[in-house]
Structures are given as structure tokens and as C-alpha cells.
């Protein structure tokens, strides 16, 4: 018999009894370790015995980038909602709502401008809790605003890369903004404005055969998936094992795919030296 249900009057059952929230404590994937919400927010969702880089919500990382917390969001244009009235087990249109109201973005990708150490930058976030961060028309045509707004206003782009690909509700409309977003770093390239992408986890597809390789410089977080196929599909393709850590941040920057694995603690201060280290660059030539 439970008591407290059965014995225990219900005014003072509601006293003892206290909802707790599901996120109070969270679980590093790596270590095991329980971290409180609040410890591991405060110290930019990375825990802090195993150093586990956690996901981060694209508030967070706009707050913590850039000074004092402030920046403004750039608009990006409207797109068709459903060019291709597609439904899987529920109507695409459903999910893009699902997914609207839970994240309280319009799409997957974010823009905004500000300044870092003083240094003023554009930069792109990709919300992987959006639909798996995948690119579609409306995160493409986000991405294409951000590097036209930076050439506008002469700064460097940042772009934080989050996705599993290409988004399959789109189709063709989808796998074009590859081609798009191509175009737009060449924009980037012609002003001599530099392009640094920083590649967190995960980081695959459609996104890393278009602009997320195509960087003047490409920073990793620590233990950052990145490529194109998964690795499982890889190894049923070549039939072969692959190495130990094989498509992990330190792996890539170990064979030459990304220049440098830099901590989240580090990540604001790098931006910023890289950021006045090139536009310098740019105003001596």
C-alpha cells in the first residue's frame, strides 16, 4: 500500500510531495557523471571534471559570444513553407509547427551581428534541436543573409555548423542551397572578408559538402563529430574497420581537415584574435 496516496491527507500530500524538474541534473554521456543544470550552464554546457562539450542552445552561445551580451538579430527572407506538400507519418507542415513552438525559432539557423572584444562580426548559428539542424530553404537562404549582410557591412562571418544534412521534406529545393551557400562564400571571398567556421557536434551532410568546408579557417570543439556519410555506412561500404576515433574533432585536425580544436572557455577569445589578426590583414593590403 502506498501511504502517502492512501493515508496521508491530500492538502498535506501536495506539501510534501515537489515536482521536480526533468533537467536539474544531467548526465555526461562520456563519464557518467551527474551535473547540475545550473553548474554545467555556468560553465558553457561543458562538464566540468570530464570536459564533455555539450549541446548548446544557440541563445546561450549568442549571449556568451558576444560583448556584454548584446547583439540584434538580422531578419531573413520568407521562404515556401511546403513547396512539396510532403508527409512521412505526419504532414510536414505539423512539424515545422512542432518544432516552431518548442524552440521558438522559425527555422534552424540564426543570425545576428555584434561585436566581440570590440571586433564587429556577423555570425551564423545552426540549432541542432531544430529539425537535426538540417538545411533546408529557409537555413539556407538564413546563411546567404549572413554572408551578404557581412559583406555590407565589411565584417569577418562566423558561422557555428550543427546538422545531420540536407532535410529530406524539401527534396531538390533542399539539396540546392548547397550550390546556393557556395556562391555566397565566393561572394565573401571577392570583399576579402573572412570566413570562419566553427564545426561542432555534430557536423555531417549536405552541410559539410557545402559552406562548412569551405572556411578560410575551420575551428573544431572538442570532440565534434564531423563528416559527410556515418561512420557505420562507411565501414559497410569499404568493409573495412575504421581508426579509433575516426570523424572526431582531434582525429580531422591530427590528418589536416580543421586547423584547430579549441575549448568552448577559449572559443570567444579565439574568434576575436583571429578576427582582428585578418581584418588587419585586410586594411594593410
Known amino acids: 500500500m502506498n501511504w502517502m496516496s492512501n493515508v496521508v491527507p491530500p492538502k498535506i500530500r501536495s506539501f510534501l ?12 554521456p562520456d563519464s557518467g557523471e551527474l551535473v547540475f543544470h545550473k553548474d554545467l550552464e555556468s560553465n558553457l ?11 548548446m542552445p544557440i541563445g546561450a552561445r549568442l549571449t556568451s559570444l558576444f560583448d556584454d551580451g548584446v547583439y540584434q538579430t538580422i531578419a531573413t527572407p520568407d521562404v515556401p513553407v511546403d513547396p512539396l506538400k510532403f508527409r512521412d507519418v505526419k504532414r510536414y507542415t505539423d512539424r515545422l509547427k512542432e518544432y516552431r513552438a518548442k524552440t521558438g525559432d522559425m527555422d534552424a539557423v540564426k543570425i545576428a551581428i555584434g561585436t566581440i572584444e570590440k571586433n564587429k562580426v556577423v555570425v551564423g548559428v545552426q540549432n541542432f534541436e531544430f529539425m537535426g539542424g538540417s538545411l533546408g530553404m529557409a537555413a539556407g537562404e538564413a546563411v546567404i543573409t549572413g554572408m551578404m549582410t557581412a559583406v555590407e557591412h565589411k565584417t569577418p562571418f562566423i558561422m557555428f555548423t550543427a546538422s545531420g544534412g540536407a532535410r529530406m521534406q524539401e527534396g531538390m529545393f533542399s539539396l540546392m542551397q548547397m550550390p546556393r551557400t557556395t556562391v555566397a562564400v565566393q561572394r565573401l571571398r571577392e570583399a ?21 568546408m569551405l572556411g578560410d579557417i575551420h575551428i573544431a570543439e572538442p570532440g565534434a563529430v564531423i563528416g559527410f556519410a556515418g561512420a557505420r555506412v562507411i565501414e559497410q561500404t569499404i568493409r573495412e574497420r575504421l581508426p579509433e576515433g575516426f570523424q572526431r574533432a582531434e582525429y580531422l585536425k591530427a590528418h589536416g581537415m580543421v586547423d584547430m580544436v579549441v575549448p568552448r572557455a577559449q572559443m570567444r577569445s579565439t574568434l576575436a584574435n583571429l578576427c582582428a589578426l585578418m581584418m588587419n590583414n585586410r586594411r594593410a593590403a
Open 45 to 55: 554546457f561543458v562538464v566540468p571534471n570530464s570536459g564533455y562539450h555539450m549541446r
Open 192 to 212: 576579402h572578408l573572412p570566413f570562419i567556421v566553427v564545426l561542432t557536434n555534430p557536423t555531417t551532410g549536405g552541410v559539410t559538402a557545402s559552406y562548412a
Open 17 to 28: 510531495k515537489r515536482e521536480t524538474p526533468d533537467n536539474l541534473w544531467v548526465k555526461c
